[in-house]
T-cell receptor, first 114, second 110 residues
Framework: DGGITQSPKYLFRKEGQNVTLSCEQNLNHDAMYWYRQDPGQGLRLIYYSQIVNDFQKGDIAEGYSVSREKKESFPLTVTSAQKNPTAFYLC?????????????FGQGTRLTVV | AQSVTQLGSHVSVSEGALVLLRCNYSSSVPPYLFWYVQYPNQGLQLLLKYTSAATLVKGINGFEAEFKKSETSFHLTKPSAHMSDAAEYFCAVSVNDMRFGAGTRLTVKP
């Protein structure tokens, strides 16, 4: 089955720790995205990547880092610099035909700071 | 930069009534536009998309949307609401990346 897999589904972090969220896709999509979802604020773009070894900041990149060493993988690290990391994180991928078409989403990771 | 605005964070309809969820966009180039649905604690699922072909777009589960350039709108409609339509709906626009609105939570009353 083709799709996007995010892991883990639930993640707990102690204050001051870095954590890495996994996102893998087997759709052969060029572009991948990370979004943060908070109640009433919709999806806000953290980072996106259109090609291996290249990525761009979105609207709320501070306190986050990413890498794109393989086409299939786009992990997101939530660093200790992110002051309010508790949220639902969604990874997506899309075909690029000059621009993104039909993003496919993973099931999300809910991160809670304890 | 492109953006979308969804009018109304909550919409409540009776079962069998018309569903209308509003979305207005802003884009410096002809946009691609999308509607997605999200059920609790899940990812987003594509309902329909507009990519500069027909202005009236039909999607899954009986939903459709009409692209109106003069009004910069892409409103989502369904003639008759079903209880299973209760969810959160997001409008999105793509140019270099994909940007989403704040979402509209649809409640369906029996």
């Amino acid at each position: 089955d083709g799709g996007i897999t995010q892991s883990p589904k639930y993640l707990f972090r102690k204050e001051g720790q870095n954590v890495t969220l996994s996102c893998e896709q087997n759709l052969n999509h060029d572009a991948m995205y990370w979004y943060r979802q908070d109640p009433g604020q919709g999806l806000r773009l953290i980072y996106y990547s259109q090609i291996v070894n290249d990525f761009q900041k979105g609207d709320i990149a501070e306190g986050y880092s990413v890498s794109r060493e393989k086409k299939e993988s786009f992990p997101l690290t939530v660093t200790s610099a992110q002051k309010n990391p508790t949220a639902f994180y969604l990874c997506a991928s899309s075909i690029l035909a000059g621009r993104p078409i039909e993003a496919f989403f993973g099931q999300g990771t809910r991160l809670t700071v304890v | 930069a492109q953006s979308v605005t969804q009018l109304g964070s909550h919409v409540s309809v009776s079962e069998g009534a018309l569903v209308l969820l509003r979305c207005n966009y802003s884009s410096s180039v002809p946009p691609y536009l999308f509607w997605y649905v999200q059920y609790p604690n899940q990812g987003l699922q594509l309902l329909l998309k507009y990519t500069s072909a027909a202005t009236l777009v039909k999607g899954i589960n009986g939903f459709e949307a009409e692209f109106k350039k003069s009004e910069t709108s892409f409103h989502l409609t369904k003639p008759s609401a079903h209880m299973s339509d209760a969810a959160e709906y997001f409008c999105a626009v793509s140019v270099n990346d994909m940007r989403f609105g704040a979402g509209t939570r649809l409640t369906v009353k029996p």
